[in-house]
């Protein structure tokens, strides 16, 4: 069996755009349709979800025809995991340990997301970052967050 | 004369010291982040919108606008000095600004793009000021089916006309007004789509989705693709363009406006298409086209003068009718709505001041652009030289503090990060992301208005094409896609995104 259509962009389009337009519809059956008149709730989002399925099922054709584009550009997965992960840090770090520790681990972690990762250059940098957040939206701008819980 | 007591109205407004000082930051910025290659007027606005909270609806407006366009003008900058454009709009400003350059006249080169975007930018703001109020008259006799049809017709238009494959914009519209649902629906108080999550009662935040994707999404693209560092290679000696130079400049930037304020009222083609199109324009008009790529100074005259004409006439549309015509204008409709002022044509009698102001603001802000960027110069080329290794994980900083200054609540950092992933997913699918956040923007109002409509009319559709204006609505976004899928315009269109 021939698996090429796994490499093209449309192939893979198509199956987000079925996900997100059938999960849509498959929650919106719950909710009152209403009728055209009165809408319920679940009028707009069922005509919306299903106009998605059906974008979806155009492009997986035409991703499973020979010649279609192919995925291309990189798919940069170190920052793609680094980034996002470093920002649910930050938004675990600022609950509970304080705003130095979150925008510490923050500026850190998304920093080796580079190829170009420079640990002393980054530490400072870090340091350097945090003390301008601190001065300018804590002390200048009054946003109250603690510094370091139960310190500062 | 109205408009000229207006004019002098909006002058008191925005020559206050406050709304001066707004100007001044959100020019000086936009113009940093123009230079500043990876990170655009797009992602810089929604993370400076939770700043604007703290000050007058006025004041946030001027400090926006002025992000946006001193972006334009910054985006040139480095076309012309480094062969870098910090914008797209600035793509067709390296052809023939880089090779001014090494010919050693970078000085005429940038000093003719301020000019003429100076002009591009006063014509642009002459013409929101005597258009804007006749379609603001129009548009208070609309009603909920006419609201519906236009915003139908403008996001069929964003969508149509935005670079790329067209039925991938429409797809990421319907997505955006799927992501507009989330939350209480008004109406009968029913939770959709909030999964018994607290945090999604109210609907995702506007500015959740605008730093996600605009901000954290391209960032992940921008560190995929190849991070090299042009050096700078011409020296700015002499600024001043030579009489023989301006009158070069002259029809080009004049012919540059023209087409600027075209393709800005029509919603969704960006400044690139403006500037691509004057390009083609002067090389088509001009004696000898042979010239054109070896450092013509009207091929760098003209696109400058459309990208900001561009720019300038996106307002109409936005600040008239309450339809935004791009993915900035968006922004701007939501950083009036979080300002609790209903967007649409009752803003320009409600609240005069933010009209009026706005439009005075953006002159002098043109103006301030050119006293300030062709002095400090040598500053920006400086800029240029901070790495992206620290430049991004400084964006990172200021999008989650934008973001949690919002509620003070970790659950919308964790989707910012979400939308990121989301954001970069579609981006590598070939998914454009403008027409998303428009339909985000404008999906609560679309429901809303065809509930209302149906109300009105008793369930039956037709009301839709039996009421002229909104008739004509209808009827214009069915022309735009008839024209669009014919199959000669198709071609033209994949010239256009090569």
């Known amino acids: 069996m021939n698996l090429e259509f796994l490499e093209r962009k449309d192939f893979w389009s198509g199956l987000m755009l079925i996900a997100l337009g059938g999960g849509a519809v498959f929650i919106a059956r719950n909710y009152q349709f209403g009728s055209s008149l009165r809408m319920g709730p679940g009028y707009f989002p069922i005509i919306l979800g299903g106009a998605l399925v059906m974008f979806g099922v155009y492009f997986l054709i035409q991703g499973l025809r020979a010649g279609a584009e192919k995925l291309e550009g990189s798919w940069s997965l170190r920052a793609l995991i680094i980034l996002p992960l470093s920002l649910v840090l930050f938004g675990l770090l600022i609950d509970r340990a304080g705003f130095i520790p979150a925008m510490l681990a923050l500026i850190i972690g998304s920093a080796t997301a580079s190829t170009q990762f420079k640990l002393v250059e980054v530490l400072v940098f870090a340091v350097f970052m945090t003390a301008m957040c601190v001065i300018v939206f804590v002390w200048a701008l009054g946003l109250p967050y603690e510094l370091i819980t139960g310190i500062w | 004369m109205d408009l000229f007591n207006n004019l002098i109205f909006g002058f008191g407004v925005a020559l206050s010291f406050q709304n001066l000082f707004y100007c001044f930051v959100g020019v000086l910025v936009g113009t940093l982040i123009g230079v500043l290659p990876g990170i655009g007027p797009l992602g810089t606005i929604a993370i400076l919108l939770p700043i604007t909270y703290s000050v007058s609806p006025v004041a946030a407006m001027i400090m926006l606008a002025g992000i946006y366009y001193g972006a334009q003008y910054g985006g040139s900058t480095t076309a012309i000095l480094v062969n870098l454009p910090g914008e797209t709009s600035s793509v067709v400003t390296c052809i023939d600004g880089y090779q001014m350059a090494q010919q050693g006249r970078a000085g005429p080169a940038l000093a003719i793009a301020a000019l003429g975007s100076f002009f591009a930018g006063t014509v642009g703001t002459l013409l929101i000021a005597l258009f804007g109020p006749p379609l603001a008259d129009v548009a208070l006799k609309f009603g909920a089916p006419e609201y519906f049809s236009l915003m139908l ?127 083609m324009v002067e090389k088509k008009l001009a004696a000898d086209p042979d010239r054109f790529g070896k450092g013509a100074i009207e091929g760098v005259a003209g696109p400058e003068a459309a ?39 009752q803003v320009m009698t409600q609240r005069p001041e933010l009209f009026w102001g706005l439009i005075a603001s953006m002159w002098i802000g043109n103006l301030m652009l050119v006293v300030l960027n062709l002095p400090l110069i040598g500053l920006w080329v400086k800029l240029l030289q901070v790495p992206y290794r620290l430049l991004f994980p400084a964006i990172m900083a200021f999008s989650a503090i934008g973001i949690f200054s919002v509620n003070n609540s970790s659950f919308e950092i964790h989707l910012t990060a979400l939308f990121g992933v989301f954001g970069f997913i579609c981006m590598r699918l070939g998914f ?67």
Request: include cysteine; aromatic fraction near 8%.
């Open chain 2, 307 to 345: 990208n900001n004409a561009d720019a300038q006439c996106k307002f109409i549309p936005m600040l008239t009718l309450g339809l935004p015509a791009s993915g900035v204008m968006a922004l701007m409709l939501g950083a009036l709505t979080i300002q609790g002022i209903q967007p649409g044509p």
């Open chain 2, 432 to 498: 454009p992301m403008a027409p998303m956040l428009l339909g985000f923007v404008l999906g609560p109002m679309m429901e809303e208005y065809l509930r209302r409509a149906m109300l009105m009319s008793g369930g039956d559709p037709s009301v839709f094409v039996t009421r002229p204006i909104s008739a004509v609505f209808i009827l214009a976004t069915i022309l735009i896609l008839v024209v669009m899928i014919a199959p000669a315009v198709r071609k033209r269109r994949e010239a256009f995104t090569d």
């Open chain 2, 153 to 279: 017709m403008g996001l069929v238009a964003a969508a149509v006309l935005a670079q790329g494959d067209m039925v991938k914009s429409i797809s990421m519209v319907v997505a955006g007004l799927l992501l507009g649902i989330v939350g209480t629906d008004i109406n009968t108080g029913t939770q959709r789509f909030s999964f018994g999550i607290f945090e999604l009662t109210d609907g995702i935040g506007f500015i959740v989705v605008a730093v996600g994707v605009f901000a954290v999404g391209e960032i992940i693209a921008n560190l995929g693709d190849n991070q090299q560092r042009r050096v700078l290679s011409a020296k700015v000696s002499n600024l001043f363009p030579t009489m023989q130079d301006l009158k070069q400049s002259f029809w080009p930037v004049v012919r540059g406006t023209g087409i600027g304020c075209f393709f800005g009222v029509l919603p969704g083609t960006g400044p690139a298409i403006a500037s691509f199109s004057s390009y």
